[in-house]
């Protein structure tokens, strides 16, 4: 476990020692498998002003390293608190085979089109709503399926992406957020304005986007007329 948690750290470019009184200590992780020992050793590098990881003891721990999926620049941490490293790692193996090894790639080239992106769609509305379209399931850049930088060029050559405006009714049979369908989630996420009824439980209208518009659905003939509108109501 002490080798596996080296390699973690080497590769995020952490400067190894073995030497817990070498100056200029930040971290400290301990990998012992007597208890006794395990506790001491964390109490005393925590009397030193380290924050401390102790190997399959949370309650020691100052902080927990997560599972992590590395498609630099982007990085994905799955924690779940020290209560399970086995289930983080379980969720990262499954996330693993679904990622795309481009991904990074992917955004890589987003980012050296950023200007370009900028100039296409001026008005941020509308840039963010061609973004998505973009990287939606089955766009020219579904971020699921692998890229080449050079497709980020092809669509910007083609930019006609767009979003439309278009009203979705979201008819809900169950009040538990997690019960949402994948597309059902995706639109909660893309929405600018959503109508809910009173009786749209709160945890169901957090998965929605924070800048998005929410109104009553009582006010629904007075909504706004461009945009990705949702009309949620329960049905239980």
Request: glycine content about 6%; proline content about 5%; charged content about 30%.
């Amino acid at each position: 476990m002490a080798e596996a948690k080296r390699r973690l750290y080497e590769r995020a470019g952490a400067v190894i020692t073995d030497d817990e009184n070498a100056r200029g200590l930040a971290l400290a992780v301990v990998a012992l498998e007597d208890d006794e020992e395990a506790v001491a050793a964390v109490a005393r590098l925590k009397e030193q002003g380290l924050l401390v990881n102790a190997v399959d003891r949370s309650a020691l721990c100052d902080y927990t390293t997560p599972a992590i999926i590395d498609r630099d620049p982007v990085l994905i941490a799955i924690g779940t608190g020290g209560a399970s490293a086995g289930l983080a790692k379980a969720l990262r193996q499954r996330l693993e085979q679904l990622l795309p090894a481009s991904l990074g790639i992917l955004a890589e080239a987003l980012l050296a089109a950023r200007d370009r992106i900028q100039q296409v769609w001026p008005e941020g509305a509308a840039r963010r709503k061609a973004i998505d379209a973009a990287l939606d399931p089955n766009g020219p850049l579904d971020v699921m399926t692998d890229h080449a930088a050079e497709e980020v060029d092809a669509w910007l050559d083609q930019p006609h992406g767009q979003a439309r405006s278009q009203v979705i009714d979201l008819e809900l049979t169950n009040p538990d957020p997690d019960d949402l369908t994948l597309r059902q989630a995706r639109w909660l996420g893309q929405a600018d304005q959503v109508f809910a009824s009173d009786d749209v439980p709160e945890e169901v209208l957090d998965r929605v986007r924070a800048d998005a518009q929410r109104f009553s659905l009582s006010l629904w003939d007075e909504r706004p007329t461009n945009g990705l509108t949702l009309r949620i109501r329960m049905k239980i």
